[in-house]
């Protein structure tokens, strides 16, 4: 089975990515896109699920059984590098999204059991942080992180400087009842900026009975079922990345792979970027 989803030309409602658990083998993640234009409305049932929407670019009304969001939205592309809406939708629901602009959408999902409210997640309401030093720096927006209330879902967002690295050192999330890690699959929404370009992502585990190095291009998605998931960008293409994760304990909980954890170390020194390649 292939762990890289292609984005395809949209569908009638406009979908171009539709991962379920059924389709990558696992048990918890889904994840969809939808590029809607100005105009445009799309009906969404949660049933079983939780949701978050990720408005990745554009503007738009979201309704629910119970609550209204109005007119949300702020960035027109994702390479912005400001925090996005989302809307947080739990199981037994329904949503109707107007876009009120071109669109595009993206709706995580995994079990939900819970009796939360939908809310709007709204910029100010996600943290923002820089990771790593020297070539292996990232931008990250928390859009919903483990310390915020949700059933299963986790959602970040990564931005990656063209000729950086980054989900690196390798780390992973594969072991259940551990001390160490928390079993969570996780699903990658890759952007890149200029749109043709592409970036390099391993999956592998320790034994390597799973080693696999993909090319993700604009809109496709990477699943990682278990193991290590670093993202290697390339010369001229800045890179973005929307992660979806959920399992059965709803905690980001990781391991770094130990030969290459120094990386985060002082050992690693910050190099002058400006430095010219003789």
């Known amino acids: 089975m292939s762990l890289l989803s292609k984005a395809q030309p949209p569908d009638a409602q406009g979908r171009i990515q539709h991962v379920t658990p059924e389709r990558a083998g ?3 993640v889904g994840f969809d896109v939808w590029l809607l234009k100005k105009g445009e409305t799309l009906r969404l049932s949660s049933g079983d699920k939780e949701l978050c929407l990720v408005l990745v670019a554009g503007l738009a009304s979201v309704k629910t ?18 925090p996005p809406y989302s809307v947080y939708v739990p199981h037994d629901d329904e949503v109707d999204v107007y876009a009120d602009s071109d ?7 995994a079990p939900g059991q819970g ?5 709007l997640i709204a910029p100010a309401d996600v943290g923002v942080e820089h990771r790593g030093k020297g070539r292996n720096q990232r931008l990250v927006h928390n859009i919903l992180p483990d310390d915020k209330p949700a059933d299963s879902l986790l959602v970040v967002e990564v931005y990656t400087n063209e000729g950086d690295t ?13 001390e160490n ?20 992502q391993r999956v592998y585990t320790d034994d390597r009975s799973l080693d696999v190095c993909m090319a993700p291009y604009n809109r496709d998605v990477v699943m990682v079922p278990r193991g290590y998931h670093p993202v290697a960008t390339l010369a001229g293409y800045n890179n973005y990345y929307l992660n979806v ?9 990781f391991s770094w792979e130990k030969d290459h954890a120094w990386v985060n170390s002082d050992s690693y020194p910050r190099k002058d970027q400006s430095t010219a390649i003789l």
């Open 115 to 119: 009796n939360l409210p939908a809310r």
């Open 103 to 109: 669109l595009e959408l993206a709706v995580c999902n």
């Open 166 to 178: 980054s989900s690196y050192p390798s780390h992973k999330h594969d072991q259940e009842a551990s």
């Open 65 to 82: 059984r119970h609550a209204e969001f109005p007119g949300i939205g702020k960035r027109m592309s994702p390479f912005e590098r400001v």
């Open 26 to 28: 696992w048990r918890y």
């Open 245 to 253: 994760m959920a399992g059965p304990v709803r905690m980001w909980k």
């Open 181 to 200: 890690e928390t079993y969570l699959e996780e699903t990658y929404y890759h952007r890149f900026d200029p749109e043709p370009g592409f970036a390099m």
